[in-house]
């Protein structure tokens, strides 16, 4: 019994000895009572001035850092939590709106904003920030409909601008907002000129819409439309053809809204063409393709329609190739350049019925290849198998799109244009009458190592403007990655133009009947026409435009 009392005693003692020796050791983490760092920034204002001015939507940019990593920060106004945020980088947007109805009698009323950071271990560190809400002027609403979805979009910001490029009003939309309002706070009347942009990013670069010379009486919403939207087709795009004849100069033209295709006389055994579905139409395309094989020396002319799904085991025939239906025109040119060298282009376009035509959805019927101006005449195919038609023809600096096929005389304008570039302003100079737009794109179609893609389109009342700035960015479109070439470089100016529509009398007329309702102006206008500067390129440059014509 002794024994075992001793035993007991014994192991009792090396146990203690143990959790002592294990205790001077390793002892226990000191607990983690340090407060992490932290900062805010409001977009659009400066920290330094107290109290800070916002309107109805504020944006908190946070920077918090801790050892053992931020758990959230969260924002508070008037001691009433409004947002928080678990993910760096740390951003919350508030909506003020509820707080400026505070203040009836009042147009602005001040806040305490603060901005809490904890960190995982539960530590807090707290910014306070007093705040003047004021009630905006609201300059115009974008209604986004739900099916209006790009699926390479990034960002998307709008942003309001004085006629002279001061920023006055900014507001990012987010992928589920379906109306947003560009407010100011800015003293501005409801018929005092202003610029509103329109500017999104996508993987291919930054893209900006600019509408000048409107006003909140004038342009109180746009209605945005959605466009089609499309993917590669995944069926065969290789395909077998049989039946060529080596002819010198023969060519095979495949083109369409929807399709491309190539073709080599060197190995004329092998068509591919390339096909892209729209996978959001109303109004789905025909599935119709359309071949023309051209000779540049005969000029003879032959086609081929083909169904869309054409299918991958079928041979294509120039055998099958017909003139059917096919007629050849002229147009007679007035006041043509009798120069050699006068850069000429045009293209007829075909659609097989009035839903193909209102959503444009095209095909090549002639592209002008091969063709010259002979004795001021220009001839052209047209096919008799479609229903509606549209041509460009760019003479010169003269330029003309026109919704049917062309008039048997075109006598181009005689306006005279140029233009100038003083730093971030560019002006125009020209002898028009009866212009009603100005339009300047911004960019280059240049690839080299310095390239950074962007396009920046802005439209303004070529009656009443003849110097327009390009506007001040906000803060939040600086970190996208053209702004630092953008803003250190000359403005790569594309094209300058200035333009006429049929059935649009002024520009203000332009903006109610194209921009409002986000039409295409083709479908308002059946005949365009006007006078271009391209840097570029001897013929009118026209892209698919965002937004604007």
Known sequence: MYFLRSTAILLIAISFFYACSSDSTDPAPEPDTIAPTLDFTISGTSISSSPIVVGDQMEINISAEDAKGIDKVEAFIDNEKVGEDTSSPFNIIVDLSVYTAKSLTKKSQNYTLRVDAIDTSGNTSSLEQTITIVTEKTLVTINIPETYNDPNLIEFYLFASTMEGQLIGVKKVEPTDSSITVSTLEDISENEPFMLTLAKLTPYGAQFSTIGSITSSLLPEINLESYPLFENYTGTNTFQASGYEDTE????????????????????????????????????????????????????????????????????????????????????????????NTSFNYRILGYFNESDFEDNFYHHVDTGLGSSITDNKINYYYNEIFENFAFELSLGNYYTYQTNLPPSTISPLDWTLDYSLDERTISIQKNSADDILGKITLGTTIIDEDYIPYRWELIFNSQEITAIPIPELPEAIKSWEFYEAFSTSPLQVGQVEIKKYKNIVEYDDYIRKVIANNQKAYLISDKIESIFIATESDYHITTDDWLID
Do not use: M
Not at 260 to 275: A, E, F
Not at 278 to 285: G, K, L
């Open 249 to 340: 100069d023969d060519i095979l033209h495949i083109f369409g809204n929807r399709y491309l295709g190539s073709w080599n006389p060197s190995n004329p055994n092998i068509v591919t063409i390339d096909r892209f579905n729209c996978i959001d139409c109303s109004n789905p395309s025909t599935d119709s393709l359309y071949l023309v094989k051209r000779n540049l020396s005969t000029n003879d002319y032959k086609y081929l329609t083909t169904a869309w799904d054409i299918d991958g085991d079928e041979i294509i025939s120039f055998d099958d190739f017909t003139d059917v239906g096919v007629v050849k025109r002229e147009i007679q040119i007035n006041n043509a350049s009798s120069q050699s």
